[in-house]
């Protein structure tokens, strides 16, 4: 059973910052790309920030230069620095992954549960 779990999440004031953490676990071989999703009240999911097993970036313009996006592969974690934060910036942010069990060829998309970020002004 794979499992994504986030943590990190809370209340701050703008200006402020948060480091988001998603940690996998279960009989993992691989994983390839991770990212960050958020999804506010009344809106899309989007995309925020995704890095690769090589460590290359990118941003969803909104978040350049007050996120940062990085991981360690030893640990099996993904970790979202923010900065700067805006009231624009609440939303559940959910972690994704896509990684290849033992008992497969194939990777697929796994998604954390979620983690509410919420920035007053």
């Known amino acids: ?20 953490s998603c940690a996998a676990s ?3 071989f691989s994983i390839n790309t991770m990212a960050w999703y958020r999804q506010a009240p009344g809106k899309e999911r989007e ?3 995704a890095i690769t097993s090589g460590g290359s970036t990118t941003y969803v313009d909104s978040v ?3 996120f940062t996006i ?14 700067s934060l805006k009231a624009e910036d609440t939303a559940v ?24 970020v919420t920035v007053s002004s």
């Open 64 to 66: 350049k230069g007050r």
């Open 47 to 49: 995309l925020v920030a």
């Open 93 to 116: 942010y959910h972690c994704n992954a896509a990684l290849q069990v033992f008992s497969s060829t194939l990777y697929v998309n796994y998604w954390g549960q979620g983690t509410q």
């Open 1 to 20: 059973q794979v499992q994504l779990v986030e943590s990190g999440g809370g209340l701050v004031q703008a200006g402020g910052s948060l480091r988001l």
């Open 70 to 83: 990085s991981r360690d592969n030893a640990k099996k974690q993904v970790y979202l620095q923010m900065n």
């Open 26 to 28: 279960g009989r993992i």
